[in-house]
Nanobody, 122 residues
Framework: QVQLVESGGGLVQPGGSLRLSCIPS????????IAWFRQAPGKEREGVSC????????LYADSVKGRFTISRDNAENTVYLQMNSLKPEDTGVYYC???????????????WGRGTQVTVSS
């Protein structure tokens, strides 16, 4: 059974930081990328960042460039999303997903986790 498990969400004040983790397990066909998406209440799911499983290339949404950093630890089979200088508009459920291309479009991604809630509020 394929699983993607996210963790690390929580409540943080504006300007604060969080680090999200994503661990894929089970049989997953060779995937090219792992991405983080987020969805705020009443809004569509949007791509945040993705990383290649081969050469480590990364891609970021304009809204998070310079604040978020995606990385991977192959030994731990974990992908991280370090989020700094958080803003209230970063609030939402954050999902990780595995995909076949380095792009931030949801339909390129096949397997999804259940998400972790991030709330940025004072």
């Amino acid at each position: 059974q394929v699983q993607l498990v996210e963790s690390g969400g929580g409540l943080v004040q504006p300007g604060g930081s969080l680090r999200l983790s994503c661990i894929p397990s089970g049989f997953i066909q060779d995937y090219y990328s792992i991405a983080w998406f987020r969805q705020a209440p009443g809004k569509e799911r949007e791509g945040v960042s993705c990383i290649s499983s081969t050469d480590g290339d990364t891609l970021y949404a304009d809204s998070v460039k310079g604040r978020f950093t995606i990385s991977r630890d192959n030994a731990e089979n974990t992908v991280y999303l370090q989020m700094n200088s958080l803003k209230p508009e970063d609030t939402g459920v954050y999902y990780c997903a595995t995909g076949r291309i380095l792009r931030l479009l949801a339909y390129d991604y096949d397997y999804w986790g259940r998400g972790t809630q991030v709330t940025v509020s004072s």
